[in-house]
């Protein structure tokens, strides 16, 4: 049932509007909360060593090509996602900001702090594992309704535009990025498939489960 879930959920501490500067303390708690479990997800990737996001792909197959950092490619790609809101009529808020902010503080705590697995089976159940952190911490953040990140924000747009699942659009969108990616270059890993695979069905899912519970 979850797969066929089209719109994000209105709960008690989702805020009314995306442009909101004063939100409640539970809208921003939830907002930071979902971010924080979304960056975890993201380091405890990058730590599995199984292979990077396809977003991550996509920038290091740039910058092959154009010998700039992937660091520089990234954020230039994020600034192109975001204009692609114009005509998606996609508003930002705190969170997206708080996006960028927040999930690059908790990557590279779990760069830090976590070890990678010695032998390949627990590297892939990490990898796994943090695919549906990800998924879970996207979901929290997306109902908070206070601005998504540019991906999310990609993601929700083209969904009101096509009208499918949020699960089918965003298993769409990675694995065109991913694709690009891997033709210009970009490495390709078991992990990166997990991703490009099961990121959709993760935030479908735990938009479900917390418009379920909180509704």
């Given at each position: 049932m979850f797969l066929k879930i089209k719109n994000i959920p209105k709960v008690s501490w989702s805020s009314k509007k995306p442009l909101n500067l004063k939100p409640r303390l539970s809208t921003f708690f939830f907002l930071c909360f979902g971010l924080s479990l979304f960056g975890i997800g993201e380091g405890l990737l990058l730590v599995s060593y199984t292979g990077a996001s396809p977003w991550s792909v996509l920038a290091q197959g740039i910058s092959l090509k154009i010998n700039y950092s992937i660091g520089v490619i990234t954020f230039s790609i994020s600034i192109f996602v975001i204009s692609l809101w114009i005509f998606l009529k996609q508003k930002p808020g705190i969170g997206t900001i708080l996006n960028a902010l927040i999930i690059a503080v908790m990557i590279d705590l779990c760069?830090?702090?976590?070890?990678?697995?010695?032998s390949f089976i627990p590297k892939i159940i990490l990898a796994v594992f943090a695919v549906m952190l990800v998924g879970v911490g996207s979901g929290i953040y997306l109902?908070?309704?206070?601005?998504?990140?540019?991906?999310?924000?990609?993601?929700?747009?083209?969904?009101?535009?096509?009208?499918?699942?949020?699960?089918?659009?965003?298993?769409?969108?990675?694995?065109?990025?991913?694709?690009?990616?891997?033709?210009?270059?970009g490495t390709v890993g078991i992990g990166t498939l997990l991703f490009a695979f099961g990121i959709g069905p993760a935030v479908a899912f735990s938009l479900y489960i917390v418009g379920r519970i909180f509704r």
């Amino acid at each position: 049932m979850f797969l066929k879930i089209k719109n994000i959920p209105k709960v008690s501490w989702s805020s009314k509007k995306p442009l909101n500067l004063k939100p409640r303390l539970s809208t921003f708690f939830f907002l930071c909360f979902g971010l924080s479990l979304f960056g975890i997800g993201e380091g405890l990737l990058l730590v599995s060593y199984t292979g990077a996001s396809p977003w991550s792909v996509l920038a290091q197959g740039i910058s092959l090509k154009i010998n700039y950092s992937i660091g520089v490619i990234t954020f230039s790609i994020s600034i192109f996602v975001i204009s692609l809101w114009i005509f998606l009529k996609q508003k930002p808020g705190i969170g997206t900001i708080l996006n960028a902010l927040i999930i690059a503080v908790m990557i590279d705590l779990c760069l830090k702090y976590v070890s990678t697995p010695e032998s390949f089976i627990p590297k892939i159940i990490l990898a796994v594992f943090a695919v549906m952190l990800v998924g879970v911490g996207s979901g929290i953040y997306l109902v908070a309704n206070l601005g998504p990140g540019p991906r999310d924000g990609l993601m929700t747009g083209l969904q009101k535009k096509t009208n499918l699942p949020i699960a089918t659009v965003r298993v769409l969108l990675e694995v065109t990025v991913v694709s690009i990616g891997w033709y210009l270059g970009g490495t390709v890993g078991i992990g990166t498939l997990l991703f490009a695979f099961g990121i959709g069905p993760a935030v479908a899912f735990s938009l479900y489960i917390v418009g379920r519970i909180f509704r």
